[in-house]
């Protein structure tokens, strides 16, 4: 089985700077694109930025300039620096892949992490 483990939420105040981290752990073979996704209360779950496996990045108009997707592929790990944080980022951080191989061949599809906490507060 594999699993992604967000990792790096917590509180800060409005103008401060977060880095989200999701490692992927299990039997990995590859990866596709992966992704933050974030759920605010009483709001729909919605996306925030996608890397594609061999780097290309997009973001929602929200967050352009001031967050940036990257991966290690090495360490099967996706981050998300977070700058110039606004009350309006808080939110629930997932991360996702659509696709992890792992050695046996077997494709996981749509995996998700379980979220991390954002809250952006003075």
């Known amino acids: 089985q594999v699993q992604l483990v967000e990792s790096g939420g917590g509180l800060v105040q409005p103008g401060g700077s977060l880095r989200l981290s999701c490692a992927a752990s299990g039997s990995i073979f590859s990866i596709d694109a992966m992704g933050w996704y974030r759920q605010a209360p009483g709001k729909q779950r919605e996306v925030v930025a996608i890397?594609?496996?061999?780097?290309?990045?997009n973001y929602v108009d929200s967050v352009k300039g001031r967050f940036t997707i990257s991966r290690d592929n090495a360490k099967n790990t996706v981050y998300l620096q977070m700058n110039s944080l606004k009350p309006e980022d808080t939110a629930v951080y997932y991360c996702?892949?659509?696709?992890?191989?792992?050695?046996?061949?077997?494709?996981?599809?749509?995996?998700w992490g379980q979220g991390t906490q954002v809250t952006v507060s003075s």
């Open positions: 996702n892949s659509d696709r992890i191989r792992d050695y046996r061949g077997y494709d996981w599809h749509n995996v």
């Open positions: 890397i594609t496996r061999g780097g290309s990045t």
